[in-house]
T-cell receptor
């Protein structure tokens, strides 16, 4: 079966750095997405990785290791508005997007 | 309209009733999707359409139908609602296909009693 694993919940302090991990087991791989979803709102796109390595976009970075079936989202200089759920999704060999259940990130002052 | 809109925002429905959730996008995106989101589970794809006139089944299509008569509209119909269809429904679109960023509508919260 296909599986995406993410921690259910994480807590971090305003101004700090947090790393949200995602491991996957899918039938093939055509890319990995990270989305942000604030409570009661729609998911919004953060990043897309298809090659190994780190992609940096402002305070957010996303890393991919295809050989390990692993990705992480790194958030720096955390702000209260970063409190949200972070969704990892993998595009499998059939170009079907398989979604993780999401990681709820709580930022404390 | 800017982006994707969904209607209604929320709905309480009696079991056995027919219901159509509406989705409209103004970005001229080719691909559109319907997901349901349940607590503790990832988004699950119900149906998709890669271009106007074509549709396909996702992971959980049973009890749902879709149509794509034009580029902009992608309605989702529940022919005879059941309580297990209580969920938040998101419509999304992307320019070309699944390897493109998806843009999501605000969602419809549906409760089936």
């Amino acid at each position: 079966g296909q599986n995406i694993d993410q921690p259910t919940e994480m807590t971090a302090t305003e101004g700090a750095i947090v790393q949200i991990n995602c491991t996957y087991q899918t039938s093939g791989f055509n890319g990995l997405f990270w989305y942000q979803q604030h409570a009661g709102e729609a998911p919004t796109f953060l990043s897309y990785n298809v090659l190994d390595g780190l992609e940096e976009k402002g305070r957010f970075s996303s890393f991919l290791s295809r050989s390990k079936g692993y990705s992480y989202l790194l958030l720096k200089e955390l702000q209260m508005k970063d409190s949200a759920s972070y969704l990892c999704a993998v595009l499998d060999s059939n170009y079907q997007l398989i979604w993780g259940a999401g990681t709820k990130l709580i930022i404390k002052p | 309209i800017a982006g994707i809109t969904q209607a209604p925002t929320s709905q309480i429905l009696a079991a056995g009733r027919r219901m159509t959730l509406r989705c409209t996008q103004d970005m001229r995106h080719n691909a559109m999707y319907w997901y349901r989101q349940d607590l503790g589970l990832g988004l699950r794809l119900i149906h998709y359409s890669n271009t106007a006139g074509t549709t396909g089944k996702g992971e959980v299509p049973d009890g749902y139908s879709v149509s794509r008569a034009n580029t902009d509209d992608f309605p989702l119909t529940l022919a005879s609602a059941v309580p297990s269809q209580t969920s938040v429904y998101f419509c999304a679109s992307s320019e070309k296909g699944e390897d493109n960023e998806q843009f999501f509508g605000p969602g419809t919260r549906l409760t089936v009693l």
